[in-house]
């Protein structure tokens, strides 16, 4: 079974998966409670899909950009957890796992975090003859550099793309 945490903003997730297949997943808004909320979730996660700890394979946690407190809380439970029962720990962008659900949208994918001052953290990613590609790296800008920059028809998600 494989355990994935994102604490990268506000809205934090975790989900056990068994080879990939969902069995059981929590999304629920965090604020700053990072420290206090994810600890207690992961053990209700677990009940809820009739699973102990010691059934984890696997860990898989959301690298940033996005909040330091929240990803230093994400990070450090993961790290933790994967050293010691010794098993395997991979982390993914952010950003990524936030374009990765519109990938058969066809259309490039522009994800956006809040960076604060004004700015969002963005990259551009699309699905090109069956392959994920990231068409620009993750970078940060303001609303109106993304709308003079954006290419034809663009699909826009993510924290930030919600507050507009």
Not at 10 to 30: M, N, P, Q, V
Not at 32 to 52: C, D, F, W
Request: net charge negative; charged share 20%.
């Amino acid at each position: 079974m494989e355990l994935a945490i994102d604490t990268s903003t506000a809205i934090a997730s975790l989900a056990l998966a068994a080879r990939g297949e969902t069995l059981a997943e929590l999304t629920w808004h965090t604020e700053l409670n990072h420290t206090r909320e994810v600890m207690p979730a992961i053990q209700y996660l677990l009940g809820s899909a009739k699973a102990s700890s010691s059934s984890i394979e696997a860990v898989v946690v959301a690298l940033g950009p996005g909040s330091f407190s929240g990803l230093r809380v994400g990070l450090s439970i993961a790290k933790g957890m994967a050293i010691a029962r010794r098993i395997p720990l991979v982390g993914i962008g952010t950003l990524e796992v936030e374009a990765l659900p519109f990938a058969s949208s066809n259309l490039p994918v522009r994800p956006m975090l809040d960076a604060g001052r004004g700015e969002m953290a963005t990259a551009l990613y699309q699905l090109q003859r069956g392959t994920w590609r990231q068409l620009e790296v993750e970078r940060l800008a303001t609303l109106d550099d993304l709308v003079n920059d954006c290419p034809k028809a663009t699909l826009f998600c993510g924290e930030r793309a919600y507050q507009l």
